[in-house]
């Protein structure tokens, strides 16, 4: 699916003084990603990527939430993801596009986490360089409760970010933790108070829309040779992971746990 910012019905676009801001727009759903989300994100950061007028970016959400993840209801009841679950279609074993457009943007990126990034919400937000959160912010990496694995956020950028072994701790249990417990880890750089928030992540913004853009560019890519590993080869082999697990039992009751709000009950296959 190709898309422009003026197609976009679940995305919010804007460009303003060398800042581009990305705003998941699906407050109904606390924005919950459908395929039409996941395509229009793609597209926004291969836009702000590609415009000589951007020199960073700003993603954010529609309040109450930053995204909530996965649309699940949807995803049950959607054909596509009903026929991939029950192994009736190829898949390509390739990182998912959202993730590499985000991971492969040129501009430095920073994640002003209004509310809940949870499951591929919290991925997003790992996506950026820098992440700024609300003192409403919550994060997990929920994907181990719906019998799944992360993507590459949470494999890749997690451990570099928090260490090895908080890494772990979260992506292991699912916890969930609130934005004090994030910058005591350092998973935010800052917390700041709800309505000030898009206010502080524009400042700083604005701070790094100044400098020089070539030298921004090169600056990205030498952190992401440093702090990082390949998100494609990684990613990859997510997706062929994730393929496998969508089609098990323990996936199944995981999901069905979660709409019937209760504890899961896995048994490994």
């Known amino acids: 699916m190709t898309l422009a910012p003026a197609d976009f019905t679940c995305t919010l676009y804007a460009v303003a003084d060398h800042v581009a801001v990305i705003t998941l727009n699906r407050p ?7 395929p039409r989300a996941y395509a229009e994100i793609e597209a926004a950061f291969r836009a702000a990527s590609a415009d000589p007028e951007v020199r ?10 930053f995204c909530s993840g996965e649309d699940v209801k949807e995803m049950m ?27 492969e943007c040129e501009k430095p990126v920073i994640a002003a986490v209004n509310g809940s990034a949870v499951g591929w919400g919290m991925e997003l937000a790992l996506f950026a360089d820098i992440r700024i ?17 992360c993507d590459v956020g949470g494999l890749l950028r997690l451990p570099a970010i928090v260490g090895p072994a908080k890494a772990a701790e979260l992506l292991f249990t699912g916890d969930v933790i609130d934005a004090a417990e994030a910058a005591r880890i350092g998973l935010v750089s800052e917390v700041a108070a709800h309505g000030e928030l898009m206010g502080r992540a524009m400042a700083l913004a604005g701070r790094i829309a100044a400098n020089s853009p070539l030298a ?9 040779r440093t702090a990082y590993g390949d998100p494609r080869e ?13 089609q098990t039992e323990d996936h199944r009751e995981g999901v069905k746990s979660f709409l019937e709000k209760r504890e899961p009950v896995f048994h490994g296959r």
């Open 56 to 65: 960073c970016v700003v993603v954010t959400g529609s309040d109450p939430s």
């Open 234 to 246: 990684v990613g990859s082999w997510a997706i062929e992971v994730i393929y496998r697990l969508f």
């Open 216 to 224: 921004l560019r090169y600056m990205k890519q030498g952190l992401a």
């Open 77 to 103: 009841t959607g054909e596509g993801g009903a026929q991939v679950r029950a192994g009736q279609v190829p898949v390509k074993y390739a990182p998912t596009p959202a993730a590499m457009a985000a991971l």
């Open 28 to 34: 109904e759903r606390r924005n919950a990603l459908n």
């Open 133 to 149: 959160a609300s003192d409403q912010a919550k994060f997990a990496e929920l994907f181990i409760r719906r019998g799944l694995i």
